[in-house]
């Protein structure tokens, strides 16, 4: 069990980290990097979300409340969803409800079998547990999915001749698709395969790392590394599956006819504006 | 319903109000609106005209894969919606201008189409199996392409020799319609002449042979249609 030879982070050491980041800039700016002031606005924002996000499951782990883990996972997911819609590009209009639905089921079937078959806290529901898995697995998704979203239908785009040629020889949707679907799901697992081959080799893998700092058995933090990262790894591909198998079809219409949806626009402020100064210019 | 006086027999092929329009910027564009074509068996059709008429929209509108077009298509009378989309374009099946060769070898590329579930039937029979490299090499020089080896990268292959290959592997299919898109586009006259052979021999066999080209009329079309302004007109006949 841990020993509590746990060693803090006081603000001094917050201070120094950020003191290494503004080094950081300051070079890219000798350098002419142009990363300086997107460095120094994502510390900020790193710092705000990871002290809140602590704040916030302190409170959910005194409280000890099983509605406002819930709650707490609601919002998790609602952000993922935001953040993979964020991230895949040339994706269509759309597609949320059908990346919500995928981030739940493989969510609900982490929870029950990671937390309630593997790890089995007690109560069923323990905030130190469940809240961090969905985290760490909502996060690992996110990216796959964002990866194969984008490249699913870039590929599609750039096949088209290969589709027309499927389609007219008789081929279904399915058919002329799945070379696009297979690639793209393969994409988005390679980052989860390559953590997996190197795990322990070349990196010591942020949770178990934490576990260790954290005064934990090595080997038991060994053990709970492996459980996630197998785990994550199955559910990665169950979520791109789930996902591009009702996705793909938004590439055709009725008749099995290919037509390319067109890629919704990155949603950003400027667009906002945009979108409010063309109406306005229809209007008058 | 149909407003046309029904003929004895069905043609083998009839489209009607055929309309294209495409979306543009600040408004649809009608390319041509509510055409009539017919092809019997065993007919070559021509069908030339100015770049942008829509000559492959119409083929396309045919095939039933073009997004932008309406229009109702009948193959010996039966209208395309009692087909699955698979069931119609196996029937009618369009061929388009760049041949895109999918597999490792020119006889992946020919057995692809037997890759696919319309062909399969409930047999789920190995596609190698159905069409053995022996069958497929003797095809192929049926068909004048004993140029090509079995065993070759489809990318390697020449301009004309892709041609003919994706030719032949729409023609193996057995369509009862070929809608061949400029396939002879960018060949040279011996290959050029060799496609449309291949096309002639398809008609003979009893398949509608429709093509779109520019290049001076061959001898081999029944019939010259030429699409301009949105119109499709018959231009002449030619000798066969």
Redesign the interface.
Known sequence: MAQHTYFTIDNIGLLIAACMVMAAAGISVLMKLDVAKSLVWSMARALIQLLVMGIILEYVIRQHNVWLVIALIGVMLVAAVQITMSRAKGVPKGLVPIVLLSLVVTMLIMISVVAELIVRPHPWYAPQVVVPLTGMMLGNTVSALALAMSRFFESMRERY??I?????????AW?AARPSIISSIRLGMLPTIANLASAGIVTIPGMMSGQIIAGGNPVDAAKYQFVILTSFASLTLLAGTIILGLVYRRCF?S?????MPDPAPAPSIRHLIGKRASARRRAS | MSPNPTPPAPHLFEATHVTAVMPQQGGDHTVFHDLSFHVDAGEVVDITGPSGAGKSTLLTAFARLNAHTTGIFTLDGKDSDSFTPQQWRVRVSYLPQTSTLIGETVADAIRLPWTLKIRQGERKQDPAGMLTDEHIRQLLDDMGCADIELGRDPRELSGGQSARIALARTILTKPQLLLADEVDAGLDEDNADKVADLLKRAASQGAGVVRIRHRAPDGRANRIMVLKDGVLSEQGKGRN
């Open positions: 001749e290969e027309g040629t499927l389609l007219a020889l008789g081929a279904t058919e219409i008749y099995d006819r290919y037509r």
